[in-house]
């Protein structure tokens, strides 16, 4: 298997309970399932519309506070922006939109799949807890950098793993069905280098800001 980011060979990582393989690449750190084992787009639906999170969600609003205050109110405090993956209830747009100062669109492949962000350009693109769930994440990334106004921001949200095979294994993130990639810091260094982005923001656990460098 060659790592869907970097092009390296990978190494398996093979969970018996499951009966599921993973590849991780030495190189660029990330982790991705076998795609034989992945959901289908129909069951990754039903799993999602068990999700049961809204704006009276404390602990969920509290998150995403934490989020845009740290990951991106620093770099952008205003302007066009994408909530890319929004979910069947956008929280963190309906948040942005009630306290901040941001013009924002939406878009999720099961909820909102109208691909709205076409011809359009951003200052800012938030994703949280969406990387995850991609299967050729380097596309989505150009993407991003694409429709990035110059100096624009991408603000990234999912959890890091430790990068050691074992706790790999008994790690919690990847009991979710639909979680299929996972990366640390250096994962998206390397795509940062291989897109065009800059990292001006991470706290080394789960959020990282990217900025598009200008040509």
């Given at each position: 298997m060659i790592c869907k980011i970097c092009?390296?060979?990978?190494?398996?990582i093979y969970d018996k309970q499951f009966d599921i393989v993973y590849y991780?690449?030495?190189h660029c750190e990330f982790i991705t399932?076998?795609?034989k084992k992945q959901v289908s787009f129909n069951e990754e639906r039903r799993i999602y519309d068990l999700h049961n999170n809204s704006l009276e969600c404390e602990g969920y609003v509290t998150m995403f506070r934490n989020f845009l205050e740290n990951s991106v109110i620093p770099f952008k405090k205003e302007g066009k922006a994408l909530d890319f993956g929004s979910g069947p209830e956008p929280v963190l747009s309906q948040l942005i939109i009630r306290d901040y100062k941001f013009d924002v669109d939406h878009y999720?492949?099961?909820?909102?799949?109208d691909k709205i962000y076409e011809n359009t350009k951003y200052n800012v693109i938030f994703t949280t807890e969406v990387i995850e769930h991609l299967k050729n994440p380097i596309e989505i990334f150009k993407m991003?950098?694409?429709?990035l106004n110059e100096d624009g921001?991408?603000?990234v949200m999912t959890l890091f793993h430790n990068n050691n095979?074992?706790?790999?294994?008994?790690?919690?993130?990847r009991r979710d069905e639909t979680h299929i990639s996972f990366y640390t810091l250096k994962t998206?260094?390397?795509i940062a280098k291989l897109v065009g982005f800059s990292i001006i923001y991470t706290d080394d656990k789960r959020l990282c800001t990217l900025r598009k460098i200008s040509t």
């Open positions: 092009n390296s060979r990978t190494q398996a991780h690449c030495s399932m076998d795609e999720d492949l099961h909820y909102q799949p991003f950098y694409e429709i921001i991408l603000a095979e074992q706790s790999f294994l008994k790690w919690w993130y998206l260094k390397t």
